[in-house]
């Protein structure tokens, strides 16, 4: 069965610094991968999707995510994190017979020091 | 375009209690999922419609139940309510051939 890890319940890091959130997923094949966002109160909000052809993704806000089949990771990064940045964010694969069932990780919640 | 709309925002029932909770898919999607999440924890999949059927099923009980309408508006039937059913209830839907899904905002549901 497919599964997906986030290791870190908690990420804290200052304004401006470097962000990194990981996410390791369990598939037999190359999944679809996605990470969303969460506001506090709000839905879900795509940052950014793999599905094939170029390993590195660039999605909205300044993250990107790089997909690494031989280790199995998505790990999400930007460069330097702004204070509107705090939220809490889901790494999330597609079933294999269905692209429409995602399985989500625990999430991550991003804390900005300011 | 509006995106996806789902009612009520927040409500509170009691244990052995029926919820209904509505949703409104982004225009031109035809495929609507719900999703359990939890206090801390990631969305769990509870099902998924297109075409007013039943195509996808998590492991939810059948007290858990869903309609499609043919405007593809959806609704999630919660029947006996347990107290562990408290959690946000999101709607999702996705246009034919998409592998994106549109999230709504939520329903909370507490039950005491």
């Known amino acids: 069965a497919q599964s997906v890890t986030q290791l870190g319940s908690h990420v804290s890091v200052s304004e401006g610094a470097l962000v990194l959130l990981r996410c390791n997923y369990s598939s037999s094949v190359p999944p679809y991968l996605f990470w969303y966002v969460q506001y506090p109160n709000q839905g879900l909000q795509l940052l950014l999707k793999?599905?094939?052809?170029a390993t590195l993704v660039k999605g909205i806000n300044g993250f990107e995510a790089e997909f690494k089949k031989s280790e199995t990771s998505f790990h999400l990064t930007k460069p330097s994190a702004h204070m509107s940045d705090a939220a809490e964010y889901f790494c999330a694969v597609s079933k294999m017979d269905s692209n429409y069932q995602l399985i989500w990780g625990a999430g991550t919640k991003l804390i900005i020091k300011p | 375009e509006t995106g996806v709309t789902q009612s009520p925002t927040h409500l509170i029932k009691t244990r052995g209690q029926q919820v209904t909770l509505r949703c409104s898919s982004q225009?031109?999607?035809?495929?609507v999922s719900w999703y359990q999440q939890a206090l801390g924890q990631g969305p769990q999949f509870i099902f998924q419609y297109y075409r007013e059927e039943e195509n996808g099923r998590g492991n939810f009980p059948p007290r858990f139940s869903g309609l499609q309408f043919p405007n593809y508006s959806s609704e999630l039937n919660v029947n006996a309510l347990e107290l562990d059913d408290s959690a946000l209830y999101l709607c999702?839907?996705?246009?034919?051939?998409?592998?994106?899904?549109?999230f709504g905002a939520g329903s909370r549901l507490t039950v005491l």
């Open positions: 793999y599905t094939t052809g």
């Open positions: 999702a839907s996705t246009g034919s051939g998409a592998n994106v899904l549109t």
């Open positions: 225009s031109g999607h035809n495929t």
